[in-house]
C-alpha cells in the first residue's frame, strides 16, 4: 500500500492511494484537498498506473509544481519518496508510514556553553572578495551564476530552497546542509529545507545555544573545523551518533536583519572545512539571503493584492446594501450621503416606507473602523430590515431587540450609536430613540434650532432597557439634520476639531438649500477644513424637509 503525505508543518495529512486518477488542489471537488492559498484550485493530478508507475501533471497552477526542486511542465514520471512541491506545500508518496517521513527538526540545546575548536568570522569579513585561487573553480562561477538567476525568476521559496541546496552541495562536499529559518533576538530557528546525502545520516538537527546565539545576535560566521576533538562537543551524544568531523553555518541577510541560516556539515575525514569553504559558504549565503527577501517581499504583495481584492468586494457589497432609490413623498424632499474614510467602515443608514405611508430613517456607527466594523453594521442593517417588515413596527421595540442580539451573539465591546425615527407624513409626527448617537439638528422655519438629545447609551453595550421614544411635530420648513461623528470630528492640521458648533452654525447658514445641496455643501466645508489631513472616520448624513 503507497500513501500521499503532506510533509508541510501544520499541515500534515495522509491519503491512501489505490489505481486511479486524483486531482490535487483547494477546491472541495479534488480528491486530495490542500487547503493552503499558495495552491491553486486544480493545481496538479496523479495517475497511479500501479506502484511503480506513478504520473503526475500540473494543471497550470499559479505557483507551480516541483519535483525535488526542479518545476515541472506537463506530465512527468515520479519515484516513491520524491518530494513534491505543490506551491508552498511538499508532500510525497511513500510506503512508509507517517512518523517516518515527517519534515526534518531542529533542536537547540543548552549542553555547550562555550567554543574552543571555532573559527568565527564577522559577516562583513566573510564577505570580502573570495581569493583568485578559489575563484578559478570553475564550479563556482557555474553555481553563482545558477544562484544569480534565481534572483530575478519567479517561484515558490521551497521551489528557490531546493535549487540552492543542490547547487551548494555541488561546490562543497557535504553529508548534511540545511536552511533554517530564524528571527534576530528570539534565538529560535526551524527547517525550512534541508538535504541529506544518506539515509543513514540523521535528518533531524541538534544545535548549540551558543552557536545560534553567535549567528544571530553576534551575527559571526562559524566554523567548527575538528568537532570530534573539542572536548565539550565530543562529549554531546548526538556528535557522537553522527560522527560529524566540521561544520560550518552563515547568518542569511535582508538588509542588516537576519531571515535565516545556512547551514552545512561533513563526517567524511577527508572534507575538514576552512575558511576558504566559509567565505564561499558567506558569499553563497548573501545572494541566498537576497533571494528569500525578494520571495518574502513578493508574498507580501500577493497578499496584500489579495486583501484589496478582498476589501474592494466587501466595500462593493457593503454599497449594495445601502438603499438604491429612497421613496418619494409628497410635501416632503429627503436625501442621503455617505462617504468612507477606508473601503469599508461602520457607519450605516436606511430609508424605507411602510404600507400604510409612513417612512422609517435609520443612522447608526458601529464602535471601530474597517473590516470588524463593516461586518457589524451589515449585521445591524439586516436585522432591522427583518424587524421593520413587520406589522405595528415600532422604533423603541426595535432598538431592544437589536441590542439584545448584538449582545448575545456578538463580541464584548462591539457596540453602535444609533438614530432611528418614523415620519408619519398625514399627522406631520417624528417618534424617534435617540441610543446613544450624535444628537441631530431640528433647524426650525422661524430659526431656532433644537438637539434630538441622547435617550439612552449605545445598542450592544448593556443589558439594560434604558431608551426612551421621544416624538416631535414637523412643521412647514423645518429639517431634520441626521449626522455621524465623522463630521464634527474631523481634525485639521492645526489639531483642531471642525466641532458642533461649527456645524450647526454651518447649516444654519445653508437652510434654505435642498437636501441635497445641504449635504454637499457641509461636505465641502468639512474638505475645506481639513484640508490634506486624511479623514480618520466615516461621515454620514441624512437630511429630511418639509417642503412649505
Same mark, same amino acid.
Given at each position: 500500500?503507497?500513501? #500521499?503525505?503532506?510533509?508541510?508543518?501544520?499541515?500534515?495529512?495522509?491519503?491512501?492511494?489505490?489505481?486511479?486518477?486524483?486531482?490535487?488542489?483547494?477546491?472541495? $471537488?479534488?480528491?486530495?484537498?490542500?487547503?493552503?492559498?499558495?495552491?491553486?484550485?486544480?493545481?496538479?493530478?496523479?495517475?497511479?498506473?500501479?506502484?511503480?508507475?506513478?504520473?503526475?501533471?500540473?494543471?497550470?497552477?499559479?505557483?507551480?509544481?516541483?519535483?525535488?526542486?526542479?518545476?515541472?511542465?506537463?506530465?512527468? $514520471?515520479?519515484?516513491?519518496?520524491?518530494?513534491?512541491?505543490?506551491?508552498?506545500?511538499?508532500?510525497?508518496?511513500?510506503?512508509?508510514?507517517?512518523?517516518?517521513?515527517?519534515?526534518?527538526?531542529?533542536?537547540?540545546?543548552?549542553?555547550?556553553?562555550?567554543?574552543?575548536?571555532?573559527?568565527?568570522?564577522?559577516?562583513?569579513?566573510?564577505?570580502?572578495?573570495?581569493?583568485?585561487?578559489?575563484?578559478?573553480?570553475?564550479?563556482?562561477?557555474?553555481?553563482?551564476?545558477?544562484?544569480?538567476?534565481?534572483?530575478?525568476?519567479?517561484?515558490?521559496?521551497?521551489?528557490?530552497?531546493?535549487?540552492?541546496?543542490?547547487?551548494?552541495?555541488?561546490?562543497?562536499?557535504?553529508?548534511?546542509?540545511?536552511? #533554517?529559518?530564524?528571527?534576530?533576538?528570539?534565538?529560535?530557528?526551524?527547517?525550512?529545507?534541508?538535504?541529506?546525502?544518506?539515509?543513514?545520516?540523521?535528518?533531524? #538537527?541538534?544545535?548549540?545555544?551558543?552557536?545560534?546565539?553567535?549567528?544571530?545576535? $553576534?551575527?559571526?560566521?562559524?566554523?567548527?573545523?575538528?568537532?570530534?576533538?573539542?572536548?565539550?562537543?565530543?562529549?554531546?551524544?548526538?556528535?557522537?551518533?553522527?560522527?560529524?568531523?566540521?561544520?560550518?553555518?552563515?547568518?542569511?541577510?535582508?538588509?542588516?536583519?537576519?531571515?535565516?541560516?545556512?547551514?552545512?556539515?561533513?563526517?567524511?575525514?577527508?572534507?575538514?572545512?576552512?575558511?576558504?569553504?566559509?567565505?564561499?559558504?558567506?558569499?553563497?549565503?548573501?545572494?541566498?539571503?537576497?533571494? @528569500?527577501?525578494?520571495? /518574502?517581499?513578493?508574498?507580501?504583495? $500577493?497578499?496584500?493584492?489579495?486583501?484589496?481584492?478582498?476589501?474592494?468586494?466587501?466595500?462593493?457589497?457593503?454599497?449594495?446594501?445601502?438603499?438604491?432609490?429612497?421613496?418619494?413623498?409628497?410635501?416632503?424632499?429627503?436625501?442621503?450621503?455617505? &462617504?468612507?474614510?477606508?473601503?469599508?467602515?461602520?457607519?450605516?443608514?436606511?430609508?424605507?416606507?411602510?404600507?400604510?405611508?409612513?417612512?422609517?430613517?435609520?443612522?447608526?456607527?458601529?464602535?471601530?473602523?474597517?473590516?470588524?466594523?463593516?461586518?457589524?453594521?451589515?449585521? &445591524?442593517?439586516?436585522?432591522?430590515? *427583518?424587524?421593520?417588515?413587520?406589522?405595528?413596527?415600532?422604533?423603541?421595540?426595535?432598538?431592544?431587540?437589536?441590542?439584545?442580539?448584538?449582545?448575545?451573539?456578538?463580541?464584548?465591546?462591539?457596540?453602535?450609536?444609533? #438614530?432611528?425615527?418614523?415620519?408619519?407624513?398625514?399627522?406631520?409626527?417624528?417618534?424617534?430613540?435617540?441610543?446613544?448617537?450624535?444628537?441631530?439638528? *431640528?433647524?426650525?422655519?422661524?430659526?431656532?434650532?433644537?438637539?434630538?438629545?441622547?435617550?439612552?447609551?449605545? @445598542?450592544?453595550?448593556?443589558?439594560?432597557?434604558?431608551?426612551?421614544?421621544?416624538?416631535?411635530?414637523?412643521?412647514?420648513?423645518?429639517?431634520?439634520?441626521?449626522?455621524?461623528?465623522?463630521?464634527?470630528?474631523?481634525?485639521?492640521?492645526?489639531?483642531?476639531?471642525?466641532?458642533?458648533?461649527?456645524?450647526?452654525?454651518?447649516?444654519?447658514?445653508?437652510? /434654505?438649500?435642498?437636501?441635497?445641496?445641504?449635504?454637499?455643501?457641509?461636505?465641502?466645508?468639512?474638505?475645506?477644513? @481639513?484640508?490634506?489631513?486624511?479623514?480618520?472616520?466615516?461621515?454620514?448624513?441624512?437630511?429630511?424637509?418639509?417642503?412649505?
Amino acid at each position: 500500500m503507497i500513501n #500521499f503525505f503532506i510533509l508541510s508543518a501544520g499541515k500534515h495529512k495522509k491519503w491512501p492511494l489505490q489505481r486511479g486518477k486524483y486531482t490535487i488542489g483547494r477546491s472541495p $471537488q479534488c480528491e486530495l484537498i490542500i487547503e493552503d492559498e499558495t495552491v491553486s484550485r486544480k493545481h496538479a493530478q496523479l495517475d497511479v498506473i500501479d506502484e511503480q508507475t506513478i504520473n503526475l501533471t500540473d494543471l497550470g497552477s499559479h505557483n507551480g509544481t516541483a519535483v525535488d526542486g526542479h518545476r515541472i511542465d506537463g506530465t512527468v $514520471q515520479i519515484q516513491l519518496d520524491d518530494i513534491i512541491t505543490f506551491g508552498g506545500i511538499e508532500a510525497k508518496i511513500s510506503r512508509d508510514e507517517f512518523s517516518d517521513i515527517l519534515h526534518s527538526s531542529v533542536h537547540i540545546t543548552d549542553s555547550v556553553d562555550g567554543l574552543v575548536n571555532v573559527t568565527r568570522l564577522p559577516i562583513k569579513e566573510a564577505l570580502q572578495p573570495l581569493p583568485s585561487k578559489i575563484l578559478e573553480n570553475p564550479k563556482l562561477f557555474k553555481a553563482f551564476s545558477e544562484l544569480g538567476k534565481m534572483l530575478i525568476l519567479s517561484g515558490p521559496a521551497e521551489e528557490m530552497y531546493g535549487q540552492a541546496l543542490e547547487l551548494f552541495k555541488d561546490l562543497i562536499p557535504v553529508e548534511r546542509i540545511a536552511i #533554517f529559518s530564524a528571527e534576530e533576538q528570539k534565538e529560535e530557528i526551524a527547517v525550512a529545507a534541508s538535504y541529506t546525502s544518506d539515509r543513514r545520516h540523521s535528518d533531524s #538537527f541538534n544545535i548549540s545555544r551558543t552557536v545560534v546565539h553567535e549567528l544571530l545576535n $553576534q551575527k559571526n560566521a562559524l566554523l567548527l573545523s575538528d568537532i570530534q576533538r573539542d572536548r565539550k562537543f565530543a562529549a554531546q551524544k548526538s556528535i557522537i551518533e553522527s560522527r560529524i568531523k566540521s561544520a560550518m553555518a552563515v547568518p542569511l541577510f535582508d538588509e542588516d536583519k537576519i531571515t535565516g541560516i545556512l547551514y552545512a556539515d561533513t563526517t567524511n575525514p577527508m572534507h575538514h572545512y576552512n575558511e576558504d569553504h566559509l567565505r564561499v559558504m558567506a558569499t553563497f549565503g548573501n545572494i541566498l539571503g537576497a533571494k @528569500i527577501a525578494n520571495c /518574502n517581499l513578493l508574498k507580501e504583495r $500577493q497578499a496584500k493584492q489579495v486583501l484589496e481584492s478582498e476589501l474592494e468586494t466587501a466595500s462593493q457589497i457593503q454599497e449594495q446594501l445601502l438603499p438604491k432609490e429612497l421613496p418619494h413623498l409628497a410635501n416632503y424632499s429627503f436625501h442621503a450621503f455617505q &462617504i468612507q474614510c477606508k473601503q469599508v467602515g461602520g457607519d450605516l443608514y436606511d430609508i424605507a416606507k411602510f404600507e400604510d405611508g409612513r417612512i422609517l430613517f435609520l443612522v447608526a456607527d458601529v464602535c471601530g473602523k474597517g473590516m470588524g466594523a463593516a461586518l457589524l453594521a451589515s449585521n &445591524i442593517l439586516a436585522g432591522f430590515r *427583518i424587524l421593520h417588515n413587520a406589522k405595528d413596527f415600532h422604533p423603541l421595540d426595535a432598538v431592544r431587540r437589536m441590542s439584545k442580539q448584538l449582545l448575545t451573539f456578538s463580541r464584548p465591546g462591539d457596540f453602535a450609536t444609533l #438614530f432611528i425615527g418614523v415620519l408619519d407624513p398625514s399627522a406631520h409626527t417624528f417618534r424617534y430613540v435617540n441610543a446613544g448617537h450624535n444628537p441631530p439638528l *431640528i433647524l426650525r422655519d422661524a430659526g431656532s434650532v433644537d438637539y434630538l438629545e441622547s435617550s439612552g447609551v449605545p @445598542i450592544g453595550m448593556l443589558d439594560h432597557d434604558i431608551w426612551k421614544e421621544e416624538s416631535l411635530e414637523f412643521g412647514t420648513g423645518d429639517y431634520l439634520f441626521i449626522f455621524t461623528d465623522g463630521i464634527p470630528e474631523a481634525i485639521n492640521c492645526q489639531d483642531e476639531q471642525f466641532s458642533d458648533e461649527r456645524l450647526e452654525e454651518f447649516v444654519q447658514q445653508c437652510r /434654505n438649500q435642498s437636501p441635497k445641496e445641504l449635504t454637499e455643501l457641509v461636505m465641502n466645508e468639512v474638505r475645506k477644513f @481639513i484640508g490634506d489631513v486624511p479623514r480618520s472616520d466615516d461621515i454620514t448624513m441624512v437630511v429630511l424637509h418639509r417642503e412649505k
